[in-house]
Nanobody, 120 residues
Framework: QVQLVESGGGLVQAGGSLRLSCAAS????????MGWFRQAPGKEREFVAR????????YYTESLKGRFTISSDNAKNTVSLQMNDLKPEDTAVYLC?????????????WGQGTQVTVSS
């Protein structure tokens, strides 16, 4: 059974930083991708970034490049999202996701999400 558990959310002032982590278990596929999405109140879920396990290639939504960095620790089965220079519009629930074999933006597995609130 696949489980994804996020941590690291919270309240931060604009310009600050947060680091989200996602602990994964049960992902036994030969290759897979892990990523982050976010959903703000009243808005659609938005792709943030993804990383390929066992290879490490990354991909970001263009508007967040340079401020957000995704990374993984294969030994610990975790993926992290470092978020810098946070803005009030970054306020959302951030969800960890995993997709088997190939990434098509429709993950097979989801975490419960962690709230990030950026105050102005």
């Amino acid at each position: 059974q696949v489980q994804l558990v996020e941590s690291g959310g919270g309240l931060v002032q604009a310009g600050g930083s947060l680091r989200l982590s996602c602990a994964a278990s049960g992902l036994t596929f030969s290759t897979y991708y892990m990523g982050w999405f976010r959903q703000a109140p009243g808005k659609e879920r938005e792709f943030v970034a993804r990383i390929r396990r066992y290879g490490g290639s990354t991909y970001y939504t263009e508007s967040l490049k340079g401020r957000f960095t995704i990374s993984s620790d294969n030994a610990k089965n975790t993926v992290s999202l470092q978020m810098n220079d946070l803005k009030p519009e970054d306020t959302a629930v951030y969800l960890c996701a995993a997709e088997r074999y190939n990434w098509d933006g429709r993950p097979d597995y989801w975490g419960q999400g962690t709230q990030v609130t950026v105050s102005s």
